[in-house]
Nanobody, 125 residues
Framework: QVWLVESVGGLVQAGGSLRLSCAAS????????MGWFRQAPCKDREFVAA????????LYADSVKCRFTISRDNAKNTVYLQMNSLKPDDTAVYYC??????????????????WGQGTQVTVSS
């Protein structure tokens, strides 16, 4: 079992930055991959970024590449999502997720086994 708790999101102006964090407990954090997803109103949940257990390998959606950075601190059981150059289209509820059986990074929602409760990020124009 893994429990995930995201930090509070927030309201930011377009072009601004925000960092989300997700604290994990339960299974040994350093043994599984982590991902971030988001869901905008009336849209399906979509992949944002993922990171391997070691932090060496990452994967990004094209829409956030070069603007968002995923990282992790295994000593703190925490994964981060640094979001820069935010756009109104980035407005969504953001979820962190754990893929405890991963053999490679995945963007597929179904591959992730545990989810946080989500946190709202709103980008104003």
């Amino acid at each position: 079992q893994v429990w995930l708790v995201e930090s509070v999101g927030g309201l930011v102006q377009a072009g601004g930055s925000l960092r989300l964090s997700c604290a994990a407990s339960g299974r040994t954090f350093s043994r599984y991959s982590m991902g971030w997803f988001r869901q905008a109103p009336c849209k399906d949940r979509e992949f944002v970024a993922a990171i391997t257990w070691s932090g060496v390998n990452t994967l990004y959606a094209d829409s956030v590449k070069c603007r968002f950075t995923i990282s992790r601190d295994n000593a703190k059981n925490t994964v981060y999502l640094q979001m820069n150059s935010l756009k109104p289209d980035d407005t969504a509820v953001y979820y962190c997720a754990a893929d405890v059986y991963a053999s490679s990074l995945s963007f597929a929602i179904g591959e992730y086994d545990y989810w946080g409760q989500g946190t709202q990020v709103t980008v104003s124009s």
